[in-house]
């Protein structure tokens, strides 16, 4: 009788134990009890910025995609310098170019009013980055949620883990391996690049100085390098900021799968972009296919976005629900 209930209560301990995981893991209707209307607050906040700029949508999208691949999906990019740590607003892969931070603002501050200390600011940019791509064209899904918010953030992974603009595939496909995403993700989630706009200095190489060469690149399509020359003339592409170009020359704040043509077309703006394409093998494979069936891609891209929204996500007790994103609890 005695080992009946012992062993009654290892298996009451380890089921118990198995719903405590479970009730950690991301589900898709996280607050339905404690915060219903979570998304439709996300949703106003996102419509809001895009009627004020149209590129704004694409920044968003950024910052979650920024967010995930340094220390996984915990809105660490949100958070200023600190006494104990240096934010990563100024990386090499965010200074002077990841925006929209008040737009978080807004909509944390507004969901604060609402329902107060309970939606993170990780789950407010996985919902922006669905919401982002929806109101540019593209096709929604159910955002998984329960994530927590950092209480640090890590500059220097930021500038390990985020691909550079200058990147080759070797490159890209090591480095999202390395946050656990695969290939075909990679080439997928580059199709981001659907919408939103590029400094100069991120690809100024390619027009005059490809590889040290001290020539352009020649895979970029002859007419498209010329208008490029003229926006980003030699003496201020290494430079100025200011000078901004189209990641889809052709339908810039439309989601869509025009991306994956340009590259064959060769004018893919960065050479991150470009090199799927002019690269033989896997990556070509699917620029090819995507190019050819939207809906194809609309749907590998949900579910990319899905995976990379599940990148070490902070869970149950970890981490905290930040009161505004900019700063964590103590630090206010």
Known sequence: MKSIITISLICCMLLSRCNLLHGHKLKHHFYEKTCPNAESIVLAGVKKAQQQEA?????????????????????????????NFTGEKTSNPNNGSARGFEVIDQIKAEMERRCRGVVSCADILAIIARDAVVLSGGKPWKVQLGRRDSLTANRTASNQFIPAPTSNVTTL????????????????????????????????????????????????????????????????????????????????????????????????????????????????????????????????????????GSIKPLTGKKGEIRNNCRFTNSGL
């Open 55 to 83: 590129r704004l949508p694409a920044s968003l999208l950024r910052l979650h995609f920024h967010d995930c691949f340094v220390q996984g999906c915990d809105a660490s990019v949100l958070l200023d310098d600190a006494a």
């Open 173 to 308: 496909i090591a480095k999202f391996k390395a946050v656990g995403l695969s290939a075909k993700d990679m080439v997928t989630l580059s199709g981001a690049h659907t919408i939103g706009q590029a400094r100069c200095t991120a690809f100024s190489q390619r027009l005059y100085n490809q590889s040290g060469t001290g020539k352009p690149d020649p895979t970029i399509n002859k007419g498209f390098l010329q208008s490029l020359q003229q926006l980003c003339p030699q003496a201020a592409a290494a430079g100025n900021s200011n000078f901004l170009a189209p990641l889809d020359l052709r339908t810039p704040t439309h989601f869509d799968n025009r991306y994956y043509l340009n590259l064959q077309a060769g004018k893919g703006l960065l050479n991150s972009d470009e090199v799927l394409y002019t690269t033989p093998g896997f990556t070509k494979k699917y620029v090819r296919k995507y190019g050819c069936d939207k809906e194809e891609f609309f749907d590998s891209f949900r579910k990319s976005m899905i995976k990379m």
